[in-house]
């Protein structure tokens, strides 16, 4: 219908129309966000404001004692196991799982093209749709027997976390990188292999720096994802509330945490409070990391 | 000659890297199916799910995963992909973008049972919808809405400004552009981020637990009249998807078969989520080719 | 507070209003279509997981009677069974626990309908092989003083706890009936029945607990001084870890959640479901317990 009419006045409507329902699109996406940050912010800061907990407290205190009565010193409500497990297992997974997906989306973009295309990245992402609880399970009955048997402790650890998630995570990375490296113009690449490169430094040098926005995304919505996810991960890490001193001691994360007590706690509780201050400080962390990981990626990339 | 040689061991390193990816998720894979797939019979795929007693089926949970992936995605597209436009299109690079694409790059941290708890006070409670699909889907939307709009941003920035100059400067408008030829350059990404988004609704539990709730009452499939309290098609009604299913026999089932229903549903699921990955695959390539006329 | 969560609603309206292009408004008719039958209307259950299964089973006999009368059985724990009741967002609030041991759950407004008992035993893998334990052992165990199974009189064997986590009803009950309310030391701690069961059955050496209703045989029960975590033990009031499945109203319950409750209470549930999923009828109890824990006879 658009093709018969050329009018002046149709395409300014037309601009008009895709401008105000892209803005209208991104306007609810906008209050979606502001309108779900501000809430766990609300929530999350209700532990320091009406229970009064300090927030170097909460931040650098091992202690977590939700439930101890009074006269016994409690409730104490410091997260830095939590943080410290969260952080060692996001950190690790994303670098096992980035390198692997660079390789595999290098792999069906540049080397095996036909059939990655059309047969290995729907296998990944099929990856993506098995619920976490499966992958828990898978991880509880073939995991945390063989690390348990095989390398020593309980079985249950940060390794097996880690494993698990990398996983997990590895579908969102590739495919976002395999995606912005086949948008790139075949040009590129031609030019450097007609300047005598190989085909090693014509992906080195070449197609995954001009890939670099796609790395960095999918990076960052790996690790995004990798401190969110909780199911699968609380499964195989043993949840103990103790620092771990190596990588076979089990660990316990923020989310795990939350996943396990909240809906147990009730609501407006110092305890529940707690909780929902970890889901607003797991924002919190995951928005200092993509940041420096952007800035350390960007810098790296000028350099070139 | 050093080059050629640096080449030659980059391409094993690809070669096995892959391999071993692959192996990893044949073996994932296999384990699933192999374990699963010999309880699968018609019976059990039709058949109500049971609470207490052996030989429930997953008929109504089948039905219930596909309608809020329905309901879910026709939200949570349209909205994306046109924020993800107006995101990258026409907002301009101030601190202020930078500042929303920073808080959604960030949402997708969020522990899906935060987002779950969320959806219980606004959507279940303060809305007096209850436990439903519309709960759950809207619960969905927001757990998926940032995903989506980084992946259509994505895509779109990777479509080389030469298309784009070339088509503004053949008397199109920037709308007419972004719709005949942004759009299809990047719709191959589009794709992916849309099959990535479907396998997060078809593998969620904890958001959903406190949304679309995990009880299946009754339903009627001879009553189609959408607002029905016992038709299937109503969105008010509470409604357990597959992956819900799976999670909440797992964690305190006391049903006598449970490893059978757990490991038939999760390899239903994985079968489900390929053939769903294959049809949308096989259509973008199709409507692709169609676009760009190629 | 009030100004943030109406910001919320109004943004989250709006792209539902979008999105449904307002067919909102026919839920909430629903309900009141036709009062004329004898019982009808929309009630929820929310709360503990323990309960649910048994819930699920009752509510789909109860709407086979009563066929214009909806029951909605949901999980979610009981943390949150209890702030949906207190809050009026559901009819009724399931419990493992009674309402005053919840911090921040204003109990006096809230009526207890003691559904059932549930039983709880410590568990161990099946290869220690051990069928009894003193109390002051299990406490020992449990608070970290005793490490291998060698000093119980079992193999030489490492000890690995797994508990419930800590807002668990489970592990409150075991807490303070079992363990005289000691501190238990740090071990893993996981989340759902179904996977205690799973990691004590796989795991060498491994201790926990479960409510009866899910031994089946892949782990081990052991008895407490002597006495072993069955039925008649407990109705009679010689094995004392047990608690009562509560379900909670706000006040007096009425229509549909009233007929609901008694229903609960009928023989049909009692004698059928109830046994059936290894709990133990309330009406069976030859003892009542109350909020502090002092037990007398009926």
Request: charged fraction near 15%.
């Given at each position: 219908?658009?093709?018969?009419?050329?009018?002046?006045?149709?395409?300014?409507?037309?601009?008009?129309?895709?401008?105000?329902?892209?803005?209208?699109?991104?306007?609810?996406?906008?209050?979606?966000?502001?309108?779900?940050?501000?809430?766990?912010?609300?929530?999350?800061?209700?532990?320091?404001?009406?229970?009064?907990?300090?927030?170097?407290?909460?931040?650098?205190?091992?202690?977590?004692?939700?439930?101890?009565?009074?006269?016994?010193?409690?409730?104490?409500?410091?997260?830095?196991?939590?943080?410290?497990?969260?952080?060692?297992?996001?950190?690790?997974?994303?670098?096992?799982?980035?390198?692997?997906?660079?390789?595999?989306?290098v792999f069906m973009a540049e080397i095996a093209p036909s059939w990655g295309q059309r047969f290995l990245q729907p296998s990944i992402e099929l990856l993506a749709g098995i619920?976490?609880?499966?992958?828990?399970?898978?991880?509880?009955?073939?995991?945390?027997?063989?690390?348990?048997?095989?390398?020593?402790?309980?079985?249950?650890?940060?390794?097996?976390?880690?494993?698990?998630?990398?996983?997990?995570?590895?579908?969102t990375i590739v495919s976002v990188l395999t995606d912005s490296l086949r948008s790139?113009?075949?040009?590129?690449?031609?030019?450097?292999?007609?300047?005598g490169s190989t085909r090693w430094q014509s992906i080195c040098h070449v197609l995954i720096p001009a890939a670099r926005n796609g790395l960095i995304t999918g990076i960052v919505l790996g690790l995004a994802r990798a401190f969110g996810e909780a199911l699968a991960v609380q499964m195989v890490i043993g949840n103990m509330r103790k620092m771990p001193t190596s990588i076979i001691d089990p660990v316990i994360t923020l989310t795990g945490a939350i996943t396990m007590d909240m809906g147990n706690t009730p609501m407006g509780s110092l305890w529940n409070n707690a909780l929902w201050s970890m889901g607003l400080f797991t924002l919190m962390m995951s928005c200092f990391f993509i940041l420096v990981l952007r800035f350390v990626v960007r810098k790296g990339g000028v350099a070139r | 000659m050093n080059s050629r040689r640096i080449d030659r061991?980059?391409?094993?390193?690809?070669?096995?890297?892959?391999?071993?990816?692959?192996?990893?998720?044949?073996?994932?894979?296999?384990?699933?199916?192999?374990?699963?797939?010999?309880?699968?019979?018609?019976?059990?795929?039709?058949?109500?799910?049971?609470?207490?007693?052996?030989?429930?089926?997953?008929?109504?949970?089948?039905?219930?995963?596909?309608?809020?992936?329905?309901?879910?995605?026709?939200?949570?597209?349209?909205?994306?992909?046109?924020?993800?436009?107006?995101?990258?299109?026409?907002?301009?690079t101030n601190k202020l973008t930078e500042a929303i694409r920073l808080s959604i790059e960030t949402l997708n941290s969020l522990p899906s049972i935060v987002v779950g708890l969320f959806g219980l006070l606004v959507f279940v409670n303060m809305t007096g919808w209850g436990y439903s699909l519309i709960s759950g889907a809207l619960a969905l939307t927001v757990l998926n809405l940032p995903f989506m709009i980084r992946i259509t941003e994505v895509s779109i920035r990777g479509v080389p400004d030469g298309l784009r100059e070339g088509s503004l400067a053949l008397g199109a408008n920037h709308w007419q552009t972004i719709c005949r030829v942004v759009l299809p350059a990047a719709f191959p990404g589009l794709i992916s981020g849309v099959v990535i988004t479907c396998g997060r609704v078809f593998e969620e539990a904890a958001a959903l637990l406190f949304t679309a709730g995990m009880a299946s009452p009754a339903m009627n499939f001879n009553q189609w009249n959408i607002f029905s309290g016992s038709s299937p098609l109503n969105p008010f009604r509470p409604a357990e998807t597959l992956a819900v299913h799976i999670w909440k026999i797992n964690a305190e089932g006391l049903i006598p078969d449970l490893r059978r229903v757990a490991d038939g549903s999760a390899a239903v699921l994985i079968l489900f989520v390929l053939g769903f990955n294959l049809t949308a695959r096989w259509l973008g390539r199709r409507i692709h080719r169609k676009m760009t006329a190629t | 507070m009030k100004k943030a969560k109406f910001m919320v609603v109004a943004a989250l309206c709006l792209s539902t209003v979008i999105a449904l292009a307002g067919c909102g408004g026919q839920a909430a008719q629903?309900?009141?279509?036709?009062?004329?039958?004898?019982?009808?209307?929309?009630?929820?259950?929310?709360?503990?997981?323990?309960?649910?299964?048994?819930?699920?089973?009752?509510?789909?006999?109860f709407m086979a009677k009563n066929p214009n009368a909806k029951v909605v059985v949901q999980g979610g724990g009981s943390g949150t069974g209890l702030t949906q009741v207190a809050q009026g967002a559901a009819d009724i609030g399931n419990s493992d626990i009674y309402a005053e041991e919840k911090e921040g759950i204003d109990a006096s407004q809230l009526t207890d309908h003691q559904i059932c008992v549930v039983g709880m035993a410590?568990?161990?893998?099946?290869?220690?092989?051990?069928?009894?334990?003193?109390?002051?052992?299990?406490?020992?165990?449990?608070?970290?003083?005793?490490?291998?199974?060698?000093?119980?009189?079992?193999?030489?064997?490492?000890?690995?706890?797994?508990?419930?986590?800590?807002?668990?009803?489970?592990?409150?009950?075991?807490?303070?009936?079992?363990?005289?309310?000691?501190?238990?030391?740090?071990?893993?701690?996981?989340?759902?029945?179904?996977?205690?069961?799973?990691?004590?059955?796989?795991?060498?050496?491994?201790?926990?607990?479960?409510?009866?209703?899910?031994?089946?045989?892949?782990?081990?029960?052991?008895?407490?001084?002597?006495?072993?975590?069955?039925?008649?033990?407990?109705?009679?009031?010689?094995?004392?870890?047990?608690?009562?499945?509560?379900?909670?109203?706000?006040?007096?319950?009425?229509?549909?959640?009233?007929?609901?409750?008694?229903?609960?209470?009928?023989?049909?549930?009692?004698?059928?479901?109830?046994?059936?999923?290894?709990?133990?009828?309330?009406?069976?109890?030859?003892?009542?317990?109350?909020?502090?824990?002092?037990?007398?006879?009926?």
């Open positions: 219908m658009k093709n018969n009419v050329a009018t002046g006045a149709f395409r300014l409507n037309s601009e008009l129309l895709g401008r105000l329902l892209t803005m209208g699109a991104a306007v609810i996406a906008i209050i979606s966000v502001v309108s779900i940050v501000s809430f766990i912010t609300v929530k999350g800061m209700s532990t320091f404001i009406i229970n009064g907990v300090s927030v170097k407290e909460f931040l650098f205190s091992t202690q977590w004692w939700p439930d101890r009565p009074p006269e016994n010193g409690g409730p104490q409500v410091g997260v830095l196991v939590f943080i410290f497990g969260s952080i060692t297992i996001a950190a690790l997974a994303v670098l096992l799982s980035a390198p692997l997906s660079i390789i595999c989306a619920p976490s609880v499966v992958y828990g399970y898978i991880g509880l009955s073939l995991l945390v027997p063989f690390i348990r048997d095989n390398i020593g402790g309980m079985g249950f650890s940060i390794l097996a976390g880690f494993l698990v998630l990398s996983i997990m995570i590895l579908p790139l113009p075949r040009e590129y690449k031609e030019a450097a292999l007609a300047l | 061991i980059a391409t094993v390193i690809f070669w096995s890297g892959a391999l071993a990816v692959i192996f990893f998720l044949g073996a994932i894979i296999g384990y699933i199916l192999y374990h699963g797939g010999k309880y699968i019979d018609w019976g059990f795929l039709t058949k109500p799910s049971q609470a207490i007693s052996a030989g429930g089926g997953i008929g109504p949970q089948i039905f219930n995963t596909f309608y809020l992936l329905l309901l879910s995605m026709s939200i949570t597209i349209p909205i994306g992909l046109l924020a993800g436009v107006y995101l990258s299109e026409y907002a301009g | 629903q309900g009141t279509d036709n009062k004329a039958q004898q019982l009808s209307g929309n009630i929820t259950a929310v709360g503990s997981t323990a309960l649910q299964p048994l819930m699920e089973q009752a509510a789909t006999q410590a568990v161990v893998n099946p290869a220690i092989t051990i069928d009894n334990l003193t109390k002051q052992q299990l406490v020992d165990i449990f608070t970290g003083k005793i490490t291998n199974w060698n000093s119980v009189g079992g193999p030489d064997q490492k000890i690995v706890l797994v508990n419930r986590p800590k807002a668990s009803g489970t592990r409150a009950v075991f807490k303070k009936f079992a363990l005289g309310g000691a501190e238990e030391a740090t071990g893993i701690e996981e989340d759902s029945s179904g996977t205690v069961r799973k990691i004590i059955h796989d795991t060498p050496g491994a201790i926990g607990y479960l409510a009866l209703s899910y031994l089946d045989g892949s782990v081990k029960a052991v008895s407490l001084d002597g006495v072993a975590p069955n039925k008649e033990n407990i109705t009679t009031g010689k094995y004392l870890v047990w608690g009562y499945e509560h379900s909670y109203t706000k006040g007096k319950p009425s229509g549909v959640a009233e007929a609901f409750l008694n229903f609960m209470m009928t023989d049909e549930v009692q004698k059928n479901i109830v046994p059936q999923l290894g709990y133990i009828p309330g009406t069976e109890m030859k003892i009542v317990r109350s909020v502090d824990g002092s037990v007398k006879n009926k």
